[in-house]
């Protein structure tokens, strides 16, 4: 009878361990903010949604608003960030598996939009590849979230579009 009533508890827990960044719209209480906008992300949350809408087709640039300062792991093996490049080593390739991005650093900001994800680096331009919200994590294992530290100030900020989509967006100019 005990594990019928704990069952739901461990769903939940493994909802969180292997779920993704792809919550349901329907269930937002705010209204989509579109860029220019600013927001966070939390070093120690699997996926952070911004509230901010992304737009198929769209060129957006990621900047920090303040100096970051990230920390992953704990002494002796902490490490310490001051950007979104995040970090890596060789003795921890065999590894990388464990990583929601295993070509990426630990700490690499990914960003994820109708359901696709992709790495963001600062102040480089990159096109949105569907139109939805625009949520966020730092790339560590699934299980390793508990031992980072810090919050990102960033902001976004369209910069253009892609070729071929000046044309027939549905939006004057
Ligand atoms: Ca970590």
Redesign the pocket.
């Known amino acids: 009878m005990k594990a019928i009533h704990s069952l739901p508890a461990a769903l939940l827990i493994l909802t969180g361990l292997v779920g993704g960044c792809a919550s349901s719209d329907a269930t937002r209480p705010c209204p989509p903010r579109t860029p220019p906008a600013a927001f966070c992300v939390d070093s120690r949350k699997p996926c952070n949604s911004t509230g901010i809408w992304l737009r198929k087709g769209r060129v957006y640039k990621v900047v920090a608003r303040k100096p970051l300062k990230l920390v ?2 704990i002494w002796p093996w902490r490490k310490e960030m001051t950007d979104l490049n995040g970090w890596d080593e060789r003795a921890l390739a065999p590894f990388s598996f464990l990583k929601r991005h295993p070509a990426d650093p ?1 700490f690499a900001l990914i960003g994820t939009v109708g359901g696709k994800s992709f790495r963001i680096r600062e102040a480089t331009p990159f096109p949105a590849p569907a139109d939805g919200e625009l949520r966020c994590y730092l790339n ?2 699934r299980l ?2 508990w ?2 530290c810090g919050v990102a100030p960033l902001c976004i900020v369209e910069v253009g579009r892609e070729a071929g989509e000046r044309r027939g967006s549905g939006e004057g100019e």
């Open positions: 992953d792991g630990y560590d294992s390793m979230y031992n980072n």
